[in-house]
């Protein structure tokens, strides 16, 4: 029986991926009770040898290659080959602790959770750990909560790799991620803990986030940030339809209207700091406008100065937004 099915995409990662399929091979669960799907998304640097050349050592791993879908379609295809009860989306360039998989597993089964989270670190492309990203869930000091719950309490850790699945969350609601857009963590986490009655956290490091210098997150070309620029727009837009199925009182609701929130705070930065040339800035403004997301709306920030300066800063880009950028930037 499989209990574990590992789902990796694979984009042009020929410098990571033997790390990451190691990492996972390196376990002490038994390999028939676990499989490591691995969807090829079209890679078109020495990715697929580097695969098909370590597959030949471990019985469990599945290789299967498409053209480029993008990571949600890369993803949604290991859902469809997955066999076991429980799905774990891990990066292709990122990896995990060794012999790990025993306890979560037998934590997952013994609490009957329908997800389950753990810790995480981050590190530099050789595995050094550093302090890039920060954080910890908050179950409010609970052992095990809703889903409704969890969402409304973290909707800005929408990190799709910290939490093992139920797969019949997928199977059974019909959940796919949705293709082509960046962010679409973001987009389907509340649809998945919608339908979560038990998860809870393991307070153990097991997962090795890589901060890569050439990531797409970290990418400063225009174009790559223009399309993450219309991801977030698109996010956005399905976030509100989902919401609006939703009655208005339920906590995930809730949780929605805050991450909303978040993403226009995040809509108005990345206006102000990304090096847009003019007609790129034309046509941001057209989309926002058409999405209702322009003028820009109340800047939430925690920190009181910074939102009182974004907010003063927002009644003027409203009024004369390229104008007023590019003067900001100079200021600055």
Partial sequence: MIKLSIIVPVYNVEK????????????????????????????????????????????????????????GGARNKGITLAKGTYIWFIDSDDFIAENCLNELVNFIETKSLDVLSFDFNCTDEEGNIINWIDFKLDYQNKPVVSGDTFYFN??????????????????TNQLRFEERINMQDSEIMPRIMHHVNKIAPI?????????????????????????????????????????????????????????????????????IFNDFDRATLKDILKSLKSHKLYPFPPIEEENKLKKINYNLLRLVINKFPIATRNLYLKLK
């Fill in 203 to 271: 307070h153990k490091v097991v997962y090795y986030y890589v901060n890569r210098e050439n990531s797409f997150i970290n990418s400063k070309k225009k174009n790559v940030r223009k399309r993450y620029y219309d991801s977030i727009i698109k996010v956005n837009s399905l976030l509100n339809s989902f919401k609006n199925s939703l009655p208005k009182e339920a906590l995930i609701t809730q949780g929605i209207n805050n991450k909303l929130a978040d993403i226009n705070r995040i809509l108005f930065l990345q206006f």
């Fill in 154 to 171: 973290n909707y800005v850790h929408s990190y799709i790799w910290l939490y093992i699945f139920k797969t019949s969350l997928f199977t």
């Fill in 16 to 71: 990571y991926i033997e790390r990451c399929i190691r990492s996972i091979s390196k376990q002490d669960l038994p390999s028939q009770a676990y499989e490591i799907i691995i969807v090829n998304d079209g890679s078109t640097d020495d990715s697929l040898n580097i695969i098909n050349n370590v597959s030949k050592e471990y019985t469990n791993i599945i290789v299967h290659t498409q053209e480029n879908t993008g990571l």
